[in-house]
Structures are given as C-alpha cells and as structure tokens.
C-alpha cells in the first residue's frame, strides 16, 4: 500500500502502482514521459504537444479547462494528474469519481524539484526522478553563477492582447523573471495575471524591458510596435513561452534557454 499526499494535502491511497495514467497538464505530460512512463500514458490534452508523437498514438480526453468525462471513464485510469492553475476546481472533482485525482500546485523551482520526486515514488521511477532532479539542481545552480554580475532589469511580460495581460505575482512564470533579475512591474498588481493597459506602462513602472511570449497568445511584430510606441526606451523582446511557464523536466531545458535569452539582451 502506498499513500502519498498531493498539493492541495488531499491523502491518496495505492494498494498498487498505477499502471494507466492520464495528464491534463501539458508539461506534465513531457515530465512523465521523460520519467520513462509513455507505456502507462492513455490520455492527454489537445495542448500536450511535447513529445510531439504523443498526440497520434495517445487519446485526446479534451482541453485543459474542458475535459470528455466520458472518454475519461472509458479509459479506466488510475490516477489522474492535474494541476491548481491549469485545471478548474469544478473539473477536479467531477473526476474524483472515476479514480484519485493527483493536483499538483507548482510556482517554484523547489516546488517543480517536489512534483519529479512525487512521481518517482508514485510511479516507481525513483531512479528516473533522482537523476532529473539532480540534473536540474546543477542547471539551476550553474544558472545562479551566470547571473552573479548581471544587473536587475524593470521587466513586463505579457500572455494575452485584446486585453492586454501579464504576469502577476505567485506564479511560476514570476520566478523564472526573478531568477533572470527580471523585477517585474506588475508583481504589487491585483491578480495572478492582471489585465493591464499598455498606454499606462511607463507610470506603472517604465520597464527597461517588455518580454512577448510565444503562448498562450502568439505574439507578433507588428504588436511590438504597438508596443513600443507608447513604452519608448524599453527593449521589446520576443520569448519562448514554454520556457518560463513549463514546470517539470522542461526547466533543466529552460536554464540553457535563459543563458542564450542573457546573451541576446546585451547584444
């Protein structure tokens, strides 16, 4: 018998390792099969796009906020894993019927470092789980020596248009920007992803830099000239999405990202 305790403290009780596992959170899709658990895989999201062969050969149960209850059931999982923010409440508990529902809620590195780690035991890959949490350990600490002389930069990144919105505070997201001596602008506003208005950027923090990320809203150039009409002096930069909002084994993958991004703002 295994009992193990997700995020949200919810006890959940293994009389054996689950054997048939379905995702709704897309990068921990990529970790679970990075953990070597692709066999155990029956269903995932239409955004779980990593690995890419994943989506031809596993069943698509739904989006991230819409799931087929139905196909859920017809798979007969074990356990399913969700997420606090990627998942709604009500989505959750309409699955706790069917089998344990495992939700994780991951905003920081150590966070991210707890959830491999919870996989390993729950799936019986301690061995894989101690090698990626190893890994990522190092890249996050050869990342910290690589930052030691870099100089903190005001910093907005932005998700949506039409609104606008941004990153906020307690989200995985703002972590990444601290880690990068980003201070972000919009961290002291209401909400973990404010809706802002671009025109009022520079007396709401007049950021050196204004990050464009790649999802959920696909930016392109002609927004960041919008953009930067009104924002003047700030560089405006386009970033990969994945990289700063994908948890799991995506991080160690994200530090090298970072070096690179570093590079390029100085250039």
């Not at 100089?151 to 248009?161: D, G, M, P, V």
């Not at 950021?207 to 405006?236: C, M, N, Q, W």
Request: hydrophobic share 40%; charged share 30%.
């Amino acid at each position: 018998m295994l009992t193990i305790t997700d995020d949200l403290g919810t006890q959940h009780h293994f009389s054996e390792t689950p054997k048939r596992i379905i995702s709704l959170v897309p990068s921990l899709t990529e970790t679970l099969y990075e953990l070597g658990l692709e066999n155990e895989i029956m269903g995932i999201t239409k955004f779980c796009v990593h690995p890419y062969h994943l989506k031809s050969l596993k069943i698509i149960v739904g989006g991230t906020k819409k799931v087929h209850i139905e196909k859920i059931k017809a798979l007969n999982p074990d356990v399913i894993i969700a997420n606090k923010e990627e998942n709604t409440l009500e989505i959750v508990d309409s699955l706790r019927d069917i089998c344990p529902v495992f939700v994780t809620d991951i905003v920081t590195v150590e966070d991210t470092l707890k959830t491999i780690t919870d996989f390993g035991q729950l799936f019986k890959r301690t061995t894989d789980a101690k090698k990626w949490t190893e890994k990522i350990q190092f890249a996050h600490t050869d990342f910290e020596r690589f930052m030691e002389t870099k100089q903190w930069q005001k910093a907005a990144y932005l998700i949506w248009r039409e609104p606008y919105m941004v990153a906020g505070s307690d989200t995985f997201i703002n972590e990444m920007l601290k880690l990068n001596k980003f201070e972000n602008i919009y961290e002291k506003f209401e909400g973990r992803y404010p809706e802002v208005e671009i025109r009022k950027m520079r007396i709401q923090g007049d950021p050196d830099l204004v990050l464009l990320s790649s999802e959920p809203y696909p930016f392109k150039e002609e927004h960041a000239f919008e953009i930067g009409r009104v924002t003047h002096h700030a560089k405006t930069i386009f970033v990969d999405g994945e990289m700063f909002s994908w948890y799991g084994t995506r991080l160690f993958k994200a530090f090298q990202y970072f070096k690179a991004l570093q590079n390029r703002i100085e250039e």
